[in-house]
């Protein structure tokens, strides 16, 4: 099985006869996850290569459950005799632990309506991918940061080439199995810069894609990086006030990530949400409106099912600032007597507005504009957050001086009814795909 060919073959055989092996053993249901994931890395650094690494891991998850009694083991050892040890040590042990009436698989309904189309997810021709073109497009990225204007303070320029193909066979002994493979490519820039003070800003900037072809040139990220590393220069903590804020969509991502937890259904069944019981109320701008959108082809969070085999289906998260539905699997879903949905997120689709990003920065008129949120953190139970921030200031419509060390802070609950426009750019390189965000009236604790 030393073939990606080979391992394909293999990986229903190899799912299908742990199901059988589990049953065999004892246990009255049984999922069976089979993986294998190629990675290779290369990273340049300063004129040179700094590391070349490829890595290839297999394995299997294994869901056991008995009389009520749940356990989860996994590993690397695919060998059969291994496997029929494994499952009935594992069997054995289940079996001495407390009964859990909620743990099962999912109800066979909920796999039925998989959609019949392709999704995108695999590069054909990435077995095509040299390291020379690897090493190419990392160059390509030194190069283009090391072309700004004022580069001879640039201290050093980190570049770096990902690509990943991923495959799964999954079986659950109710009735589903299903297989995927899926690649991604990804490139990157990292540059540090010396300041006036002595202080050594750092800068980054990144692409990926589900096809190779479909990334940026390398020239392109690297001279963003050193672009905005640049733009650091002169950074100082600005003044403490109340104004509005204008954040980039690549750093408003980490606000909206900070809204996932609270909306799972662990997190709602153990009251650790401060969206527990908001449901059908508007939580927040009637400005946003959110789809999580599985079935977007070619997206990084597409899928045709779930971790736990449940069809993937659009449905909206939000919907003018109402709360329409959580993340929640089968197994809070029965501990809340509620549907599931899918325990996780795949891509989230944003209602867009019709300004860019220039646009929105000239209609706040003096404010500040965000490019990166640093530390902090957030309180799934109250909705308390508070960020370290960077940016610029916003003054007659236009990017003025660099601030950084400067913090805001609230609660959630909050915050996002202060948004005040979204823009038309959803950032192509995250599943959250967010847009740039307005906010009003946002306090700013500085100098």
Same mark, same amino acid.
């Given at each position: ?95 001495? =632990? ?7 698989? /999912?109800? /066979?309904? =909920? ?89 050594? /800003? ?101 899928? =045709? ?113 202060? =948004? ?28």
């Amino acid at each position: 099985m030393s073939n990606t060919k080979d391992t394909r073959e293999d990986m229903p055989s190899i799912a299908r006869s742990c199901i059988e092996l589990s049953r065999k053993r004892g246990a009255n249901a049984a999922s069976a996850d089979v993986y294998r994931v190629r990675k290779v890395e290369f990273q340049w650094r300063d004129g040179s290569p700094e590391t070349v690494t490829e890595s290839t891991t297999r394995g299997v998850q294994l869901e056991l459950y008995v009389d009520e009694r749940y356990a989860r083991v996994s590993t690397s050892d695919l060998r059969p005799e291994a496997l029929e040890s494994l499952i009935g040590d594992t069997v054995e042990v289940a079996r001495t =632990l407390a009964q859990d009436p909620y743990r099962g698989l /999912p109800d /066979p309904a =909920l796999y039925e309506g998989q959609a019949k189309l392709d999704l995108g997810l695999e590069d054909p021709r990435y077995d095509e991918l040299s390291m020379e073109r690897r090493r190419q497009l990392a160059e390509e990225a030194e190069a283009g940061a090391r072309g700004v204007k004022g580069s001879d303070v640039i201290l050093s320029v980190t570049t770096g080439v990902e690509d990943t193909l991923s495959e799964r066979f999954l079986v659950n002994s109710n009735g589903f199995s299903g297989g995927s493979r899926s690649t991604a490519f990804s490139v990157s820039a990292e540059v540090s810069v010396k300041d006036e003070d002595g202080r050594r /800003p750092e800068e980054y900037s990144s692409a990926v894609s589900r096809r190779f072809a479909e990334l940026p040139n390398g020239t392109l990220i690297g001279r963003d990086a050193g672009e905005r590393a640049m733009a650091r220069l002169g950074s100082r903590k600005g003044e403490s006030a109340v104004m509005p804020m204008v954040v980039d969509n690549r750093s408003a991502g980490r606000m909206v990530g900070m809204l996932m937890s609270p909306l799972s259904g662990s997190s709602l069944q153990q009251k650790r949400s401060f969206l527990e019981g908001k449901l059908g109320e508007p939580v927040f701008s009637d400005r946003i409106t959110i789809h999580d959108d599985p079935l977007l082809v070619g997206g990084l969070g597409s899928r =045709l099912w779930d971790s736990e085999g449940i069809a993937a289906r659009r449905r909206a998260i939000v919907d003018g600032g109402v709360l329409k539905s959580y993340y929640i699997d089968s197994y809070y879903g029965r501990k809340l007597g509620t549907a599931p949905t899918s325990g996780s997120a795949s891509n989230l689709s944003w209602s867009s507005g019709e300004r860019a990003p220039d646009a929105l920065i000239a209609a706040v008129g003096d404010g500040m504009f965000v490019t990166g949120f640093l530390g902090g953190n957030s309180n799934g139970l109250t909705g308390d957050f508070s960020l370290g921030v960077r940016g610029f200031r916003i003054r007659d419509g236009k990017l003025a001086e660099p601030v950084a060390e400067m913090n805001i802070s609230g609660n959630h609950l909050e915050f996002w009814k202060k =948004l005040a426009a979204v823009g038309n750019d959803p950032y192509a390189y995250s599943p959250l795909r967010t847009p740039t965000l307005v906010f009003d009236g946002v306090t700013f604790a500085g100098a």
